[in-house]
């Protein structure tokens, strides 16, 4: 079975840290994501990354970023941590789709509830 | 990536089948209909997809109509465990990106 783990189900940190949150999948997948999940607004994409050190924009990249240095690990950074960063953050991983709607199916890994005070 | 819209909420006995529409209208030719859920705490869950035939696996069936502006998702046998939410998403996948909506919340009463 794929197995995309987190490295925290809940974190509380305090405004201006800086925030790191990990993600490891164990499928040699190639795509991985960064969401966020707020009520009501369901789920919005900060970033994904295609490929080892590649990385683009989501919907929603602002205080924010990633970094992509294996391709089995994908984190999520935020710099300064903010009140209105407080979410649930969920990690996925596929394997590249090439045109194939099959290769799209994205497994997600439990969630990090983070709490910024 | 298609816009699609599904009604909030709805529910269904245990035991019968659940009938989750969405309407996708400006799909495009080259869209695939996704199907997710998401149980309370848990991170979404691919049901299914399809892009212009039916599909059926061992979760559940999906029915697009043939100008494939709006597709069903059919629970055959619902339980108190498909209680969630389902997102349903139109998408070519470029760079197998997907964007979930609000999706609809699949409440299964006793």
């Known amino acids: 079975d794929v197995k995309v783990t987190q490295s925290s189900r809940y974190l509380v940190k305090r405004t201006g840290e800086k925030v790191f949150l990990e993600c490891v999948q164990d499928?040699?997948?190639?795509?991985m994501f960064w969401y966020r999940q707020d009520p009501g607004l369901g789920l919005r994409l900060i970033y994904f990354?295609?490929?080892?050190?590649m990385k683009e924009k989501g919907d929603i990249p602002e205080g924010y970023s990633v970094s992509r240095e294996k391709k089995e690990r994908f984190s999520l950074i935020l710099e300064s941590a903010s009140t209105n960063q407080t979410s649930m953050y969920l990690c996925?991983?596929?394997?590249w789709g090439q045109g194939r709607g099959s290769s799209y199916e994205q497994y997600f890994g439990p969630g990090t509830r983070l709490t910024v005070t | 990536d298609a816009k699609t819209t599904q009604p909030p909420s709805m529910d269904c006995a245990e035991g019968r089948a659940a009938n989750l529409p969405c309407n996708h209208s400006?799909?495009?030719?080259?869209?695939?209909v996704y199907w997710y859920r998401q149980i309370h705490s848990q991170g979404p869950q691919y049901i299914i997809h399809?892009?212009?035939n039916n599909e059926t696996n061992e979760m559940a069936s999906l029915i697009i109509t043939e100008d494939r502006k709006s597709s069903t998702l059919i629970l055959p046998h619902a339980t108190l465990r498909d209680t969630a939410v389902y997102y349903c998403?139109?998408?070519?996948?470029?760079?197998?990106?997907?964007?979930f909506g609000k999706g609809i919340t699949l409440s299964v009463r006793p």
């Open positions: 996925a991983s596929s394997l």
């Open positions: 400006t799909i495009s030719g080259n869209e695939y």
């Open positions: 399809g892009l212009k």
């Open positions: 998403i139109a998408s070519t996948g470029a760079n197998s990106k997907l964007t």
């Open positions: 499928m040699d997948h190639e795509n």
């Open positions: 990354s295609y490929d080892v050190k």
